[in-house]
């Protein structure tokens, strides 16, 4: 692990409390799965009919309607290209180009019901089936995907999260999270937590595993979270007081956002100290830099910050895979760059 210079906003240390979201979005009608992109959040608004997206720049957005839809449900991001699921008969994995103001739906793959929950890794999509209880692929750089299964026997397979080459699997009715690892041809299941009440939603920011629980009463579900690196972890509440979760559930900026019944939620989180983070199969190259940088070990498209030493946010946006990042216009010295909020690497400007 790489120990980086402290500055301003990542000094604070974790704290162990815990207390109430506050309304961001209201007026909704059962959303159900978030995602961020380019410093927006998509909403698949199940009941609605239709994926949605608001500016998480602004403080009371007005959500913008993005694609009139039957029954979406699960999200997936790959480049500019939305994936999304839909249920209730229709059963099928679809995408968007979302460069494209009038964007036209494509199906992807057909005959894929009960699809909760879609996670990309490389130029895979792993799909939940809650009903079928397993874990599915398809590769999407191909037409027409075959469907491969990846693991079976998982009872209420709801939500996915991606941490690195581990694939965390929430199951509903068995009240556990799971995970397993995407390098190992024949995966493992790994039991990671149990005795949790409906877990229905994950999010990870450095080493916590945030994880929305919906088996409490009405007004009193909450979210809690886990540290990765224990083979025992404690559950601690982060958020009390929610009202029927969803797995909608994502962390951009240190604010927690949470999908409910009617609304989307929102909490802030104290910011990760240096130990939370860890550089892990990512680099930097060339470091010291001039002109521009690059990022190995990508497998998907994540969004980047650039801060100064004193913690003052220079540059943001999202890149892909062998892009290149143009740091030509900052003067010599350090800088910090932050990767999906929940990675950051000290990096040298000459």
Do not use: C
Not at 31 to 52: C, F, K, M, T, W
């Amino acid at each position: 692990m790489n120990h980086f210079y402290s500055f301003g906003i990542f000094l604070f240390v974790s704290l162990n409390i815990y207390s109430q979201a506050t309304d961001f979005v209201t007026g909704l009608n059962q959303p159900q799965d978030l995602l961020v992109y380019e410093g927006e959040l998509y909403i698949s608004e199940r009941n609605a009919n239709r994926i949605i997206k608001v500016d998480l720049s602004v403080p009371d957005p007005i959500p913008e309607v993005v694609l009139s839809v039957v029954q979406p449900w699960g999200l997936a991001i790959d480049g500019t290209e939305l994936y999304f699921s839909q249920v209730q008969g229709i059963n099928t994995i679809s995408k968007i180009d979302l460069s494209d103001p009038n964007p036209t739906p494509i199906v992807v793959v057909e005959n894929v019901s009960s699809a909760f929950d879609l996670e990309m890794y490389g130029n895979e999509l792993y799909i939940a089936q809650f009903g079928l209880d397993r874990i599915i692929k398809i590769d999407i750089s191909i037409l027409n995907p075959p469907i491969v299964e990846v693991i079976n026997g998982i009872e209420t397979p709801y939500a996915l999260e991606l941490v690195e080459d581990d694939l965390y699997i929430a199951t509903y009715v068995e009240d556990k999270v799971l995970k397993i690892d995407l390098t190992d041809p024949n995966p493992i299941v790994i039991n990671v937590i149990s005795n949790l009440l409906l877990p229905i939603g994950l999010a990870h920011r450095g080493y916590e595993l945030h994880i929305a629980e919906a088996g409490q009463s009405n007004g009193q579900d909450r979210i809690s979270k886990i540290d990765m690196r224990n083979s025992n972890p404690v559950r601690e509440t982060v958020v009390n007081g929610l009202y029927n979760p969803t797995q909608g559930l994502e962390i951009y900026n240190d604010v927690l956002y949470i999908a409910e019944n009617f609304k989307i939620s929102k909490f802030e989180l104290p910011p990760l100290s240096i130990s939370d983070f860890d550089k892990e199969k990512i680099n930097v190259y060339p470091n010291p830099a001039s002109d521009f940088i690059q990022i190995s070990g990508l497998r998907n498209t994540v969004n980047y910050s650039i801060y100064s030493i004193s913690g003052a946010i220079l540059e943001k946006g999202i890149v892909k895979k062998n892009e290149k990042i143009n740091v030509q216009d900052l003067s010599a010295g350090i800088y910090f760059l932050i990767l999906n909020e929940s990675k950051i690497i000290k990096v040298i400007k000459e």
